[in-house]
Protein backbone atom coordinates (compact mmCIF):
# COMPACT_ATOMS: atom_id res chain seq x y z
CA UNK A 1 0.00 0.00 0.00
CA UNK A 2 3.05 2.60 0.96
CA UNK A 3 4.73 1.83 -2.53
CA UNK A 4 0.97 2.55 -4.10
CA UNK A 5 0.68 5.91 -1.99
CA UNK A 6 4.33 6.83 -3.09
CA UNK A 7 4.36 6.06 -6.36
CA UNK A 8 1.55 8.13 -7.00
CA UNK A 9 2.73 11.15 -5.10
CA UNK A 10 5.74 11.14 -7.14
CA UNK A 11 4.56 10.82 -10.41
CA UNK A 12 1.59 13.58 -8.53
CA UNK A 13 5.39 16.25 -8.34
CA UNK A 14 6.27 14.78 -11.34
CA UNK A 15 3.48 16.40 -13.50
CA UNK A 16 3.06 19.06 -11.62
CA UNK A 17 7.06 20.04 -12.72
CA UNK A 18 6.31 19.01 -16.42
CA UNK A 19 2.68 21.19 -16.69
CA UNK A 20 3.55 24.21 -14.51
CA UNK A 21 1.09 26.85 -16.39
CA UNK A 22 -1.79 23.96 -15.74
CA UNK A 23 -1.34 25.53 -12.01
CA UNK A 24 -2.39 28.74 -12.83
CA UNK A 25 -4.90 27.90 -15.07
CA UNK A 26 -8.43 29.31 -14.43
CA UNK A 27 -11.83 27.39 -15.49
CA UNK A 28 -12.52 29.80 -18.75
CA UNK A 29 -8.92 29.22 -19.82
CA UNK A 30 -7.54 32.07 -19.05
CA UNK A 31 -3.95 31.73 -17.20
CA UNK A 32 -3.62 34.03 -13.99
CA UNK A 33 -0.99 35.78 -12.28
CA UNK A 34 1.38 35.71 -15.37
CA UNK A 35 2.61 39.05 -16.52
CA UNK A 36 1.92 40.78 -19.98
CA UNK A 37 4.98 42.53 -21.29
CA UNK A 38 3.88 46.14 -21.99
CA UNK A 39 5.09 48.05 -25.30
CA UNK A 40 5.17 51.54 -25.72
CA UNK A 41 5.06 53.70 -29.10
CA UNK A 42 2.70 55.84 -31.51
CA UNK A 43 0.39 53.96 -33.31
CA UNK A 44 1.09 53.82 -37.15
CA UNK A 45 -1.90 52.21 -38.37
CA UNK A 46 -5.25 50.18 -37.45
CA UNK A 47 -8.05 48.34 -38.52
CA UNK A 48 -10.56 46.31 -37.13
CA UNK A 49 -8.45 43.38 -36.67
CA UNK A 50 -5.14 45.00 -35.40
CA UNK A 51 -2.95 47.81 -33.90
CA UNK A 52 0.54 49.00 -35.79
CA UNK A 53 2.58 50.35 -33.68
CA UNK A 54 6.39 51.89 -33.79
CA UNK A 55 8.32 51.61 -30.57
CA UNK A 56 11.19 54.15 -29.92
CA UNK A 57 13.78 51.82 -31.53
CA UNK A 58 11.62 52.53 -34.68
CA UNK A 59 10.32 49.32 -34.94
CA UNK A 60 6.87 48.57 -36.61
CA UNK A 61 5.05 46.33 -34.26
CA UNK A 62 1.80 44.48 -34.76
CA UNK A 63 -0.81 43.49 -32.84
CA UNK A 64 -4.03 41.69 -33.46
CA UNK A 65 -7.29 42.86 -31.49
CA UNK A 66 -9.93 40.43 -30.34
CA UNK A 67 -13.46 40.80 -28.63
CA UNK A 68 -11.65 40.29 -25.28
CA UNK A 69 -8.94 43.14 -25.85
CA UNK A 70 -9.74 46.15 -23.46
CA UNK A 71 -8.96 49.99 -24.77
CA UNK A 72 -8.36 52.56 -22.13
CA UNK A 73 -7.88 56.45 -21.54
CA UNK A 74 -7.42 56.70 -18.12
CA UNK A 75 -10.63 55.22 -16.35
CA UNK A 76 -12.33 55.27 -19.57
CA UNK A 77 -13.44 52.64 -22.11
CA UNK A 78 -12.15 53.50 -25.53
CA UNK A 79 -13.08 51.46 -28.95
CA UNK A 80 -10.68 50.24 -31.53
CA UNK A 81 -12.15 52.96 -33.90
CA UNK A 82 -11.19 55.79 -31.42
CA UNK A 83 -7.86 55.05 -31.48
CA UNK A 84 -6.03 57.43 -33.89
CA UNK A 85 -3.09 57.60 -35.70
CA UNK A 86 -0.79 59.19 -33.91
CA UNK A 87 -2.07 58.38 -30.82
CA UNK A 88 0.45 57.59 -28.09
CA UNK A 89 -0.21 53.81 -26.14
CA UNK A 90 0.85 50.93 -24.46
CA UNK A 91 -0.06 47.56 -25.24
CA UNK A 92 0.35 45.15 -22.97
CA UNK A 93 0.35 41.82 -25.09
CA UNK A 94 0.52 38.19 -24.95
CA UNK A 95 2.16 36.13 -27.59
CA UNK A 96 -0.34 33.68 -29.26
CA UNK A 97 0.12 29.93 -30.33
CA UNK A 98 1.00 31.15 -34.09
CA UNK A 99 4.04 33.17 -32.83
CA UNK A 100 1.66 36.82 -33.24
CA UNK A 101 1.31 39.01 -30.49
CA UNK A 102 -2.70 38.98 -29.03
CA UNK A 103 -3.25 42.94 -27.55
CA UNK A 104 -4.73 42.19 -23.92
CA UNK A 105 -5.14 45.52 -23.01
CA UNK A 106 -4.54 48.78 -24.86
CA UNK A 107 -3.77 52.58 -23.03
CA UNK A 108 -3.94 55.35 -24.55
CA UNK A 109 -1.72 57.73 -23.60
CA UNK A 110 -1.74 60.76 -24.95
CA UNK A 111 -4.17 61.83 -28.13
CA UNK A 112 -3.23 63.03 -31.26
CA UNK A 113 -3.63 66.22 -32.15
CA UNK A 114 -6.98 67.59 -34.14
CA UNK A 115 -6.37 69.98 -37.39
Known amino acids: MRRIILTFALAWCAWGQYYPDL???KRDGSLSNRPTPGFSGIVRGSD???LAVENAD???LQFTCTRKTIYLQGKTKLKLADIQVGDRVTVEARKAPDGTLDAVVVYVEKRANQP
Open 48 to 50: KKG
Open 23 to 25: RTQ
Open 58 to 60: KNL
